[in-house]
């Protein structure tokens, strides 16, 4: 068995991808199905082409998607969580549950999935972040 990829629906592609951006990934590949009416679109970490990515489904025609919560999240590790949630707020996404013990942070997608950051090896608590509140859910 091999895991291959966890997929989420996007109302928005570009806009999704420029999040996942922020975070590290890339995109990987493309797929547009005329006869089904839509996109997929797969990223990856660097490395990891083929082995854990993340497939975005945009259907054409416009749908409501709701309930990225109980989706539950996509997790990464990541070298330097305080560079990653400050290069994601300097975008304007929010930091829903901030990195105050140098080790977790939680954002959201465009489309509200919950991803989870998680530092490789563990920083000292440092502001602003030890001092920012949750805003939101994750």
């Known amino acids: 068995m091999k895991y291959l990829h966890t997929m989420i629906r996007v109302s928005d592609p570009d806009a999704t991808i420029r999040f996942f951006e922020l975070i590290g990934l890339k995109e990987v590949r493309r797929f547009d199905s005329e006869k089904g009416r839509y996109t997929l679109i797969f990223l990856a970490a660097p490395g990891q082409e083929g082995v854990a990515e993340v497939e975005l489904t945009h259907n054409w025609d416009p749908e409501d998607y709701t309930g990225g919560r109980n989706f539950g999240h996509l997790a990464y590790r990541v070298d330097d969580i305080y560079e990653t949630c400050q290069r994601l707020m300097d975008a304007g996404v929010t930091i829903n ?20 950051l998680l530092q490789d090896g563990h920083l000292p608590p440092a502001e602003p972040w030890a001092s920012m509140p949750n805003t939101g859910s994750w």
């Open 97 to 116: 549950r901030p990195p105050r013990d140098g080790h977790m942070a939680f954002v959201k997608s465009p489309d509200g999935i919950s991803v989870e």
